[in-house]
């Protein structure tokens, strides 16, 4: 069964510097995908950015980019430019789909980040 | 575009009670996932709907069932509540059931007293 890591439970980053969050997981499968949501306190799950498998580029989507390394099951997130609205708590996702099954996502377990002032 | 909606935003139940919860998928979609999130727990698949039909589960008891619409609109039940159902149920779509990116809707909290 794949696992999703989240190293770092909470995060604090002052406003317009850059932060990296860290997400690892574990799974012998070669095509997947990878993606980071976030959570603010009004609690509606936002996509940030998704990585598929196959692709070697690193995802980037404004502020937001991506360090994919596949062979070390790496995945992490960096906002540049950190704002006051980023504060939300960060889920990585990983995504294999069966044609059996469906689509079987699983989450890490979130980092919370703050943005100061 | 509209988002993904759920109804009610906010339950409270007592034990033993059973409930029913609302998703209105984004249009086109045809896919619906279900997800328990807990302080605990975290984010924890429930199952996920395509064409009607149940195509994946997770690890809950029978307690926990759900159904499709023939409009994609999807509901999951509770029945006999306990006190540990109390949580934030997630709903997402997506638009096919293929490897497609999952869009969330707001939430239903359900408080089990």
């Known amino acids: 069964a794949q696992t999703v890591t989240q190293s770092q439970p909470e995060m604090s980053v002052q406003e317009a510097e850059t932060v990296t969050l860290s997400c690892t997981y574990d799974t012998s499968e070669n095509n997947y995908y990878l993606f980071w949501y976030k959570q603010p306190p009004s609690r509606q799950m936002i996509l940030v950015i998704r990585?598929?498998?196959?692709?070697?580029q690193n995802a980037t989507e404004n502020r937001f980019s991506v360090n994919f390394q596949k062979a070390a099951k790496s995945f992490s997130l960096k906002i540049s430019d950190s704002q006051l609205g980023d504060t939300a708590m960060y889920f990585c996702?990983?995504?294999?789909?069966?044609?059996?099954?469906?689509?079987?996502?699983?989450f890490g377990p979130g980092t919370r980040l703050s943005v100061l002032p | 575009k509209a988002g993904v909606t759920q109804t009610p935003r906010y339950l409270i139940k007592t034990r033993g009670q059973q409930v029913t919860l609302s998703c209105s998928p984004i249009s086109g979609h045809r896919s619906v996932s279900w997800y328990q999130q807990t302080p605990g727990q975290g984010l924890q698949f429930l199952f996920e709907?395509?064409?009607?039909?149940?195509?994946n589960k997770g690890n809950f008891p029978g307690r926990f069932s759900g159904r499709q619409f023939s409009n994609s609109r999807s509901e999951m039940n509770v029945s006999t509540l306990e006190l540990g159902d109390s949580a934030l149920y997630l709903c997402a779509s997506s638009l096919t059931w293929g490897p497609d990116t999952q869009y969330f809707g707001p939430g239903t909290r359900l408080t089990v007293l």
């Open positions: 996702a990983f995504m294999k789909h069966d044609p059996n099954y469906g689509q079987n996502f699983v």
């Open positions: 990585q598929e498998a196959y692709k070697q």
């Open positions: 709907y395509f064409s009607e039909t149940q195509r």
